[in-house]
């Protein structure tokens, strides 16, 4: 058994319906559950109308022409997504009268897209001669906390799932599973939704309470690169790579599963494999547990840009055993998360997004210790084996010392797989560019 994840840009109109149709056509003889996305903007467009509704006009005129015209284009009953089209009618006419949009119902609206996308799919797959059935989450085991907008699955999903899909592992259901992605239901009947990863999360449960032999993403690249291919045109494939660094890609910018996703198959093993649905051919890049055979000590590299760069300094606190502590509970009380970080006994650099307001944390830290924000950073980071972290490092400072490019910051991190840096947003590119010239084109040079 396999589990095909496929996102929005996948399904976006009736032409990606019908080669991801084909995709899954290939995989009919490995008994695949497809998980889908909401069709290209659709999540959008809903909450769009939302506002809309808020202010009093109900409009799914976009929402409505796009299902509606795919589904002619497929030649397949508009039945199903019609009744589903009645019902978001309802919800945002009553949204309109009320005039405020509460979390619940905001996970109610944007359900409705995944919900479409599967019946047109499932619809599809059977006019090909492909029997398939769509489901809702919830109709297959998915059941959350009430947290709604970052939902979480509960634990007796681990037994729900299995019981749902017992048929069809045991072959007396042939239909192919069609499923919603990123949503499920509450004990109360409420629907929420999954939060970030939502999608993949869906897929990643599936095959991990399944037994799954792997769960694929399929996105628009060949699997998980050596670069953001858009900054290196000769960005290759990395054929495999551990959930650990995978995760830290994920952290550090690159269009890879999010670490809350692959919890599940962290839990059971589960392979996760990154396929191309551009490229059918192409194998990939595989997700495990831990490396068995001979790799590179530099996997990839990464970046984030438009970080601030904040630098604490105190030397009133000198040897204070609560310094740390002092500065770490601002941010706490502040709720502002930390990416990078870097300390000596009396300062501290580190890190934070830039869209953040930092006046209430800045106003409190000044208390304690001189406080500088930089903006208009970036965070480079080098998904390696640390191990090898001397020759690794001597091999990028000094490709970058040739392009008299001096980073700012320097972290490695616990995880003992990323070594991260700072420089300007002006230099990110270049200086990956730069690394993954020295770790990737001139073979030998990292030991």
């Not at 299902?67 to 006419?93: N, R, V, Y």
């Not at 045991?170 to 239909?175: D, F, I, Q, V």
């Not at 210790?369 to 080098?382: L, P």
Request: glycine share 6%.
């Amino acid at each position: 058994m396999v589990v095909m994840k496929f996102g929005g840009s996948s399904v976006a109109n009736a032409e990606r319906i019908k080669h991801v149709a084909s995709i899954i056509q290939s995989y009919a003889s490995e008994k695949p559950v497809v998980v889908l996305s909401a069709m290209g903007d659709t999540t959008d467009h809903l909450l769009d109308a939302a506002d809309a509704a808020v202010n009093g006009t109900v409009d799914i005129a976009k929402i409505e022409q796009l299902h509606k015209e795919t589904a002619d284009i497929l030649g397949i009953p508009f039945t199903e997504a019609a009744a589903l089209i009645q019902e978001l009618k309802t919800l945002l006419t009553g949204i309109s009268m009320l005039r405020e949009l509460t979390k619940r119902t905001r996970d109610y609206l944007v359900s409705f897209g995944e919900r479409l996308s599967v019946r047109m799919m499932a619809a599809y797959l059977n006019k090909t001669g492909l029997p398939a059935q769509f489901f809702d989450a919830w109709d297959v085991g998915f059941i959350s906390d009430s947290n709604f907008m970052a939902a979480e699955l509960l634990d007796d999903v681990w037994q729900r799932i299995p019981a749902a899909f017992d048929g069809y592992k045991t072959g007396t259901e042939k239909a192919i599973p069609v499923v919603t992605g990123f949503i499920a239901k509450d004990k109360n009947g409420y629907i929420t939704t999954l939060g970030r990863g939502g999608s993949d999360l869906t897929a990643t449960m599936l095959g991990a309470a399944l037994g799954a032999d792997e769960v694929q993403t399929w996105k628009d690249v060949n699997g998980i690169l050596t670069a953001d291919p858009r900054i290196v045109q000769n960005a290759r494939t990395v054929p495999v790579v551990t959930y650990e660094e995978a995760a830290e890609l994920a952290y550090f910018g690159a269009q890879v599963l999010h670490p809350r996703s692959m919890m599940p198959c962290r839990k059971t093993g589960t392979p996760v494999r990154v396929k191309n649905s551009y490229n059918i051919s192409s194998p990939g890049s595989i997700i495990v547990e831990k490396h068995t055979g001979a790799i590179s000590p530099v996997r990839a590299i990464t970046s984030v840009k438009h970080v601030t760069l904040i630098d604490i300094v105190s030397t009133r606190m000198l040897g204070a055993s609560g310094f740390m502590a002092h500065i770490f509970n601002q941010f706490l009380k502040w709720n502002i998360s930390i990416d990078v970080v870097a300390t000596s006994e009396v300062s501290v650099s580190l890190t934070v997004n830039s869209k953040v307001d930092l006046t209430g944390l800045m106003e409190d830290m000044q208390r304690v210790a001189d406080t500088e924000c930089k903006t208009g950073k970036a965070i480079i980071t080098i998904i390696c084996d640390t191990a090898h972290s001397s020759s690794i490092m001597a091999d990028g400072f000094a490709a970058l010392a040739a392009k008299n490019i001096n980073v700012q910051m320097i972290s490695k991190g616990a995880s003992k797989v990323n070594i991260s840096m700072i420089c300007d947003d002006s230099e990110a590119d270049t200086v990956v560019r730069t690394l993954h010239e020295a770790f990737f084109d001139k073979i030998g040079t990292v030991k």
